[in-house]
């Protein structure tokens, strides 16, 4: 078995590192978090002209139909840089959920523009509760005429206010399992407005978004009435792994700096490094980043080969990088001393950028419960498979 990536997917990586190393430098980093809109409109273009908006959109609607292994190689480089834009929210949130519809006319009508970098989108799913299922959804979309009207509240709405379409999650049914649906709203519609959050992370800004009496066509509709949670599902899993991308990449260049500092700070006339202690905290990095690496790695190439085992991969993967990724970033503010936690060093970018992510879309005690109901329910399904022969004996 082959381990390693291949030439396109190394070039891939590489390509990204280059982009982010010249482009998202802590300098610049800095300074669109002092910005209004928190990123740069010239630097989205140049991603869209690298086909990176495009990177998962099939290529019937100018995307690459590249996989979710590329889309993690990306996203760990962003996390390494501390990239501030609404990539994540754009290409994972929004386009993942029109993409995972399946429906025709509307992929035709909304992937081409946010492949060429022209549309921006995201998600609006989190209200009061991080239950990560249908009963979080208490926005209310009622039918009236041909349309619907939205009213209700949604928080941490990833870069709202500079999004195009916000896809928004809205309780159309209080009976059955699900009960929501999936809608796609201009991110100007009469009657919604926003207030931005303060984030600990400055580089993903989000917003909290009140729909007063949104109104909005039938055409507005992704996928079927009542059934939304068939799309959302797939899109918090692929979210969940993400993430988890986003802060390996962190956590590998807190690890990064930490190594870089150990041999060059100096301490009883000798580099810090040549202390066991420190010796031992680095390896200890060392240890979580690659076990991370591996995990996400693996969960990514689960969900493109279509494994059974894919979506057990992927809660695996976001309960251990998240807690992983705590450790490292945490560790590597102790190697650093002092200077690690004041504003002007640099790690702090770093550190904030795993801690954003590690409660979103499910953090490590939910998805190690996720994990053990897969389990339980692969094993119950693997004893009635077992017992079904002796029955029909």
Sequence with gaps: MDFDFTQEQVMLRDLTREFMTRESTPRAVRSFMEDERGFSDATWQQLAEMGLQ??????????????????????DEMGRAAYPAPFFATVV????????SGQANQMARYLPDIAAGRTRATLALIENALSWTPSMVDLRAERRGDGYVLSGVKRFVPFAHVADLIVVVARTSSTGADGTTVFVVPGDAAGLSQKPNVEMDRTNRTSTLTFDNVTVGEDAVLGEVDHGWAIIGPVLERAALAAAAEMLGASRRCMEMSVEYAKVRQQFGQPIGMFQAIKHACSEMLLEVENSHGATYYAAWAMDAGSPDASLAASAAKAYVGDASRKVCGSSIQVHGGIGFTWEYDLHLYFKRAKHFEPLYGDADYHRERALQLVLAREAADESQKAAPALTS
Excluded: N, R, S
């Design 54 to 75: 495009g990177l998962t959109i099939d290529a019937g609607y100018g995307g690459q139909g590249l996989g979710m292994v590329e889309l993690a190689l990306v996203l």
């Design 93 to 100: 949130l929004g386009a993942g959920a029109i993409a995972a």
